[in-house]
């Protein structure tokens, strides 16, 4: 099976190339800008600007993916509406080439919990409730699926769209929370919890691998997933789980999840 795959430096990426570039079964070409990031073996690294990807969609043309793990997003933590209409309409292009001019057979990209009433909504989130956006990161992120969608079912291409929660683990932006606080308690400095009452769904990177690994190789699976486990904790409460852990475990087990 022919995988390309967008965004294999950021955080899901490095996380999901660590299983799949050690399966025979996978030939992987991974595009983007900063590839020096990526340390796993058996992939072929394509450098390329997907703001310029009609100068450099030859060699992914003759590639020929089976499938597009689309999980690239410039910017982050930058949710302006000047880089969400960027990536938006580089998401699109992209896919627009790749539908058109390739024997591509599914299409696998990212959304986010911030669909959702920007990530405001109280109670269960469900696949097939409707979404309500009003800044442009959610609102670029509700475009993205509902024009790619149209485009595989058009196509009958296999599109499948992972709403992920609040995700944490090894290769994780140092200035998010955990990763904040674990380099907090290393250092024995304070961190300020600006609400320490606000709770997340919190789910662990290897859970998201996991059903990316069931994707991968399904052929009947919901357009919808929304990747989550249904437990709200406090920001509060994490910060005292990590200072728990750090008080049990060595400080080299603890850099693993900055690293």
Not at 44 to 66: A, G, M, Q, S, T
Not at 115 to 131: A, H, K, P
Request: charged share 25%; hydrophobic share 35%.
């Amino acid at each position: 099976m022919k995988i390309l795959l967008s965004g294999g430096s950021g955080f899901i990426g490095r996380n999901l190339l660590n299983y799949i570039s050690h399966n025979n079964d996978y030939d992987i070409l991974v595009i983007g800008r900063n590839l020096e990031k990526i340390k796993s073996n058996n992939v072929e690294k394509f450098r390329v600007d997907l703001n310029e990807i009609e100068d450099n969609f030859e060699k992914i043309k003759k590639y020929n993916p089976d499938i597009f793990l689309h999980l690239a997003w410039e910017g982050i933590p930058n949710y302006s509406e000047e880089l969400s209409k960027k990536n938006y309409l580089n998401t699109i292009k992209i896919i627009k080439m790749i539908v058109s001019e390739t024997s591509c057979k599914k299409i696998l990209s990212t959304g986010s919990c911030w669909e959702y009433n920007d990530g405001n909504s109280i109670g269960e989130c469900r696949e097939d409730q409707l979404v309500t956006s009003k800044k442009p990161f959610s609102i670029y992120k509700n475009k993205i699926f509902n024009e790619v969608y149209e485009i595989c079912e058009k196509k009958n291409i296999l599109f499948n769209w992972l709403r992920l929660f609040y995700v944490y683990g090894p290769f994780q932006r140092l200035n998010s929370l955990i990763p904040s606080l674990i380099d907090s308690s290393i250092k024995k400095k304070k961190y300020d919890i600006k609400n320490p009452k606000l709770k997340n769904d919190f789910i662990h990177i290897s859970d998201i691998i996991n059903v990316l690994k069931i994707i991968i190789s399904s052929k009947n699976v919901f357009k919808v997933i929304n990747l989550k486990t249904n437990s709200l904790v406090s920001v509060g409460e994490v910060s005292v789980r990590v200072k728990e852990l750090f008080k049990s475990v060595s400080e080299a087990s603890l850099k693993y999840s900055l690293s």
